[in-house]
């Protein structure tokens, strides 16, 4: 079982910024993979940006490149999620999720572990 706690999350304005964090008790195989995903009222569980443990590929959604980074302490087992110039759109429940052999990172089905997730809100 991995246990994943996410923080970080907060109220903004419009261009603000904030860095999410996401810290495994473990991690399960050597290869994982560890995705933000995102979620408000009434949308489904959309893709933000995931990584693969141990300095390999990246992936970051197309909604919002070039405004996210994602990177990692690996042996902190500590993901981060740096986000700028934040907008309305991106306030939603921000959950960090992990995986063993995700063949495609932005679909949620393939992680086998979820947090609880962290709230962002961005004010105009």
């Known amino acids: 079982q991995v246990q994943l706690v996410e923080s970080g999350g907060g109220a903004v304005q419009t261009g603000g910024s904030l860095k999410l964090s996401c810290v495994a008790s473990k991690w399960f195989y050597s290869n994982n993979c560890v995705g933000w995903f995102r979620q408000s009222p009434g949308k489904e569980r959309e893709a933000v940006a995931a990584i693969y443990t141990g300095g390999g590929r990246s992936y970051i959604a197309d909604s919002v490149k070039g405004r996210v980074t994602i990177s990692e302490v690996n042996a902190k087992k500590t993901i981060f999620l740096q986000m700028n110039d934040l907008k309305p759109d991106d306030t939603a429940m921000y959950y960090c999720?992990?995986?063993?052999?995700?063949?495609?990172?932005?679909?949620?089905?393939?992680?086998?572990?979820w947090g609880q997730g962290t709230q962002v809100t961005v004010s105009s």
């Open positions: 999720a992990a995986g063993a052999y995700v063949a495609e990172p932005s679909r949620p089905s393939e992680y086998n572990y």
